[in-house]
């Protein structure tokens, strides 16, 4: 776990502020959670300086700018000043669960206590989901009676670093997954455990309420039944456990949604009036034409397939980081390779593994779904009715949760290598991948020497000319000028960081389009 720490770390502080994947709202989610709101109210109230900071670093900010990271400690010394503040809309977030924002939550909580700039409750909501990541896959490793390295080699990918190092709550969804697998895997291979005890059942019962209130982990539940009927006082007993489990898990989401009802209604209007996506409509296609979306579903892998496999490993950012193809293959024949021959202890039945591949097939089939219904608009649908189109949003990192089922019944007893070299082999594939990872967001995001001296810096030409009183910011190469002076404050910049240049060097620099904001 030393390698997620320092692998972690380096995610956490290399990523530029508020580009991973939705990472501002889920921030903004974790913030009104510190003041006390498990559930969100219309409006979340967010300290403008936080506002300004989200303004400044958009999404997909490389395609706008490079990053100086001086830019990035202009945050670091704004005061956070709580008293100025503003309610956001925050629909999407706003759905979830406060349960898994709890770690970010309580760092930023602290941070606003202590007065921490904007930038440094970012890094503390970081480093808060990192520590709490590392202590479930962690406990989930503790758990397991073989099988770890497969497990850490899935909890190391650059994709679940990446998110658990972020204000996303992806991390602590992924991490719970791989807790509660691991656990019901020792509740049945462990012949330490030779029956179910009180406390078997009350730690699964927690485990169970924690999965239903991380997205979509309640899946997983249905690993019960790999646990053999022995270990219960009767095997009608057994199908009590697992039929209750799975009730338990439905009656947590249900409860979850019935409580935050109203946001709930909210993200629908919100989907509705702003991008045109009608849910009932797409859910009503999906019962009356279920094998034109099941054809839409097979053409979507087949045209995207190499895609989520990339994702899955690691498409940083917002979906800007792009890793060698190679990076993906070697990690993903990582993966099977210490499946195929990490594993002593479990041994699973043929019928054992069918139901680990129906799991993860049902589980992925129901991201396909939930994305069908939540990104779908009308004209897309109309064109999928006649035979073309994919079903959008889906991302490869939607299936790291369910990974670990599908390593599970790729596992055999028959192929075995030293345990030592595998680890060799796992700990060379991890370190070399996510170092790529790591250098690929630093020359994706960040300012380089060949971009010239003033790069990200505001400047203006030296002169007495009207035409000289002009400020200008340089970024990617080119000049910007500055209409509004307001402009610069409320991005970060400082007045006393300009510099005056002489005309030669101003006019070797290109100009590129105004910047037209307030």
């Known amino acids: 776990m030393l390698f997620g720490a320092l692998l972690g770390a380096a995610y956490a502080i290399l990523l530029p502020p508020l580009q991973a994947p939705d990472e501002f709202t889920h921030f903004y989610r974790a913030y009104g959670i510190s003041e006390g709101s498990c559930v969100a109210p219309t409006l979340t109230s967010i300290p403008l300086s936080l506002q300004a900071m989200t303004a400044a670093f958009p999404l997909n900010v490389e395609q706008e700018r490079r990053i100086d990271p001086a830019y990035i400690l202009t945050f670091a010394r704004m005061p956070l000043d709580q008293s100025r503040r ?231 950012g917002w979906m800007a980081v792009v890793l060698p193809s190679w990076t993906t293959w070697a990690y993903l024949l990582l993966l099977v390779f210490a499946a195929l021959t990490d594993t002593s202890q479990i041994r699973l039945t043929t019928g054992q593994r069918l139901l680990c591949l129906t799991i993860v097939a049902i589980a992925v089939t129901s991201v396909f779904v939930g994305m069908w219904s939540a990104e779908t608009t009308r004209a897309h649908r109309d064109s999928v009715l006649h035979g073309s189109g994919y079903i959008a949003g889906v991302q490869g990192r939607y299936f790291i949760p369910f990974a670990f089922p599908l390593l599970l019944a790729l596992s055999n007893t028959r192929l075995r290598v030293g345990r030592r070299w595998l680890l060799a082999v796992a700990a060379l594939i991890i370190l070399s991948v996510n170092a790529v990872a790591l250098k690929r967001i630093h020359s994706t995001y960040y300012v380089s020497a060949d971009m010239g001296p003033y790069e990200n810096k505001l400047v203006r030409r030296a002169g007495p000319a009207p035409e000289d009183t002009k400020i200008f910011l340089v970024r990617g190469g080119t000049r910007h000028w500055i209409i509004f002076g307001s402009w610069v404050e409320k991005h970060g910049y400082r007045w006393d960081d300009l510099q005056i240049i002489s005309p030669e060097q101003f006019n070797a620099i290109p100009e590129g389009k105004a910047i037209i904001e307030q």
């Not at 930038?119 to 009676?145: E, T």
């Not at 489990?245 to 702003?274: K, P, T, Y």
């Open 86 to 316: 503003s309610g956001v809309m925050n629909e999407a977030a706003n759905m979830y669960s406060c349960v898994p924002y709890l770690p970010s939550a309580l760092a930023i909580g602290a941070g606003r206590i202590a007065g921490t700039p904007p930038a440094g409750l970012l890094y503390l909501s970081r480093m808060a989901n990192l520590l709490a990541y590392l202590i479930l896959v962690y406990l989930a490793l503790r758990q397991l009676p073989g099988f770890q390295i497969p497990l850490l080699s899935l909890a190391l990918l650059p994709m679940a670093l990446n998110q658990a190092a972020s204000a996303s709550w992806d991390g602590i969804a992924f991490a719970t997954a791989f807790l509660l697998c691991a656990y019901i895997i020792r509740l049945a291979w462990d012949p330490a455990i030779a029956s179910l005890r009180r406390n078997h059942r009350w730690t699964l019962t927690g485990l169970i309420i924690l999965a239903g209130l991380c997205k979509a982990d309640a899946w997983l539940v249905p690993l019960l039944v790999l646990i053999p009927a022995s270990k219960f006082r009767t095997p009608r007993e057994k199908w009590i456990v697992v039929t209750g489990s799975i009730g338990l898990a439905l009656i947590v989401i249900a409860g979850w949604n019935f409580v935050n009802r109203q946001d709930m209604v909210r993200w629908v209007e919100h989907v509705r009036d702003g991008r045109q996506i009608y849910l009932s409509e797409n859910f009503s296609f999906l019962l009356h034409h279920p094998w034109i979306l099941f054809d839409t579903f097979l053409r979507t892998w087949a045209a995207q397939g190499r895609d989520f496999a990339a994702q899955f490993v690691g498409r940083l």
